[in-house]
């Protein structure tokens, strides 16, 4: 869904990368090795149910270990081909956070830090220009500017949805703390999730708190929840109003807030699915550890054992953005609607360039039993 952070500073760079699309770099196709680990016994030796006198840390839940099918199942006719074929996975037990991130929570780690995130930073020309095809032109000075991606809706019906830049606009000094740019704050927003979070972002925030990321095995296990062959964690009703946070109304024009809201809600203000776990539909993309790689569901779905812990493509590539290094998003977010981007479904998955930040991709995190002495909570 999401190109490079470059892809929207400027148009002609846009064009630049369209242009490529379709263009193999045979120095940047990996092999597509899965780095997974084969069980080594069979599903009885996956840690279950929390051991006893283990404490759940604060603003987690305990998610029982076990089995699924990751990827799309047989009846969801909106499934992409990237979420095929669907293949069997093991994943042991772990805590996650009930809801996102929030700016309360992040607030805490930057003022006991210091950390500055990406979106706040000067841009390296000589780091962004390695993800361009040779010869981009450097943009003006006036538009390398800290700053961030912001959602604006069009004025007018929306007939060519690849291209992004008709409601993606970069936005000199958006960043978490200021979410729409100068003169906008997250003021009364304290319970609201964190937003313009690159990957590395996230990452310094869990080293932090003495937690990680998810694997996109453990989100989409999480998530599902006890419907492992559902559409949504719901079930397979696509009514949405009430259970998701997501747009209503033609995208990208006209939001009609049947659900509550245009743009991001409060953490928690639709119900949880059924291990307790917040938004795991809609309100903003999480990020996972898992790098984006278009082959990975094809290959890993060769292998005959069962895959314990999977952890994802070993390398990145994305036939359609050769030149990027994408991590996977889940969950989708407040933009993605039935007519355009139906990714609050379990098994969407989406692709975004570590260094980039959206007013519509935040994150949640986990520990697992080896991390417990850690963790902050």
Known sequence: M?????????????????????????????????????APSPETSLIKQLPKGIKTPKGMVWITGGTFYQGAVPKDTMAMNHEKPRHKVAVDGFFMDTTEITNKQFAKFVQETG???TAEKEIDWDEMKKQLPEGT????????QPGSLVFTKTNISVSNFQDYSQWWKWTINANWKHPYGPGSSIQNKENYPVIHIAHEDAEAYCKWAGRRLPT???????????????????????????????????????????????????????????????????????WTSDWYNTEY????????????????????YNAANPYAREIIIKGGSFLCSVSYCASYRLSARMSSSHDSSTDHLGFRTVVDLKMLSTAKN
């Open 216 to 286: 996109e095995a453990e989100w989409e296990y999480a998530a599902r929840g006890v419907n492992k062959n559902s559409i949504f964690f719901w079930g397979d009703d696509g009514q949405l109003k009430d259970k998701a946070n997501t747009w209503t109304g033609e995208f990208p024009v006209t939001n009609d807030k049947a659900d509550g809201y245009e743009r991001q809600a409060a953490v928690g203000s639709y119900p949880p699915n059924s291990f307790g776990l917040y938004d795991m539909s809609g309100n903003v993309w999480e």
């Open 137 to 144: 032109p450097r943009p003006h000075d006036s538009i390398m």
């Open 115 to 117: 950390y500055i995130t």
């Open 2 to 38: 999401m190109d490079n952070r470059w892809m929207y500073i400027v148009l002609s760079v846009v064009f630049v990368v369209i242009s490529c699309k379709n263009k193999k770099d045979a120095n940047l196709v990996s092999e597509n090795k899965s780095d997974a680990t084969k």
């Open 297 to 316: 569901y094809k290959e890993v779905s060769t292998v005959k054992d069962l895959i314990l812990n999977p952890k994802g493509a070993t390398e990145p």
